[in-house]
T-cell receptor, first 117, second 111 residues
Framework: DGGITQSPKYLFRKEGQNVTLSCEQN?????MYWYRQDPGQGLRLIYYSQIVNDFQKGDIAEGYSVSREKKESFPLTVTSAQKNPTAFYLCASSIGPIVGQAQGEQYFGPGTRLTVT | GESVGLHLPTLSVQEGDNSIINCAYSNSASDYFIWYKQESGKGPQFIID?????DKRQGQRVTVLLNKTVKHLSLQIAATQPGDSAVYFCAEINSWGKLQFGAGTQVVVTP
């Protein structure tokens, strides 16, 4: 089945450690996105990538890094510089970044809940 | 700044009744809107979308209404079922393709 996978579902880390969250899609989508969701709040954009080997900062990129070496993969690293890393992280993809009914809809993965203590 | 927001943080609905979830947006340049449903611990799922040249679109048990005059979007769920309990987000796509989400409305279906 086509879709987006994120692993692991739950992740625990000690403060001061970097951690990388996985996101893979087999939908042949060009654009991929990372969002952060805190309890009772909406989604905030961390980074997005419109095409392989290119990515842009979103609204809350500080303390995070990404890479897009393959079309299918868009891993997110939460660095020790991120002040409040504990959150639910969602990866999404879309056909392309250009506005349009088919291109605009984003498909979401199941999310990774990161807890840093 | 431009923003998308929801009027009600929590909506309690009796099973079988209709639900109406409201959303206000301020970016008049946005021309595409989506409603997502997010169940606890899962990623958002697409429900229905609407373009700005429409004022109404219907799906299975759901209807989205768009009022551009007052920049208001609503999602109506007919005959609400327990499985409809979730957080519902409206989102707008601006002119360069960025998706902006509102804070969400928690819908609680009671027996």
């Amino acid at each position: 089945d086509g879709g987006i996978t994120q692993s692991p579902k739950y992740l625990f880390r000690k403060e001061g450690q970097n951690v990388t969250l996985s996101c893979e899609q087999n939908l042949n989508h060009d654009a991929m996105y990372w969002y952060r969701q805190d309890p009772g709040q909406g989604l905030r954009l961390i980074y997005y990538s419109q095409i392989v080997n290119d990515f842009q900062k979103g609204d809350i990129a500080e303390g995070y890094s990404v890479s897009r070496e393959k079309k299918e993969s868009f891993p997110l690293t939460v660095t020790s510089a991120q002040k409040n890393p504990t959150a639910f992280y969602l990866c999404a993809s879309s056909i392309g970044p250009i506005v349009g009914q088919a291109q605009g809809e984003q498909y979401f993965g199941p999310g990774t809940r990161l807890t840093v203590t | 700044g431009e923003s998308v927001g929801l009027h009600l943080p929590t909506l309690s609905v009796q099973e079988g009744d209709n639900s109406i979830i409201n959303c206000a947006y301020s970016n008049s340049a946005s021309d595409y809107f989506i409603w997502y449903k997010q169940e606890s611990g899962k990623g958002p799922q697409f429900i229905i979308d609407i373009r700005s040249n429409m004022d109404k679109r219907q799906g299975q048990r759901v209807t989205v209404l768009l009022n551009k005059t007052v920049k208001h979007l609503s999602l109506q769920i007919a005959a609400t079922q327990p499985g409809d309990s979730a957080v519902y987000f409206c989102a707008e796509i601006n002119s360069w393709g960025k998706l902006q989400f509102g804070a969400g409305t928690q819908v609680v279906v009671t027996p």
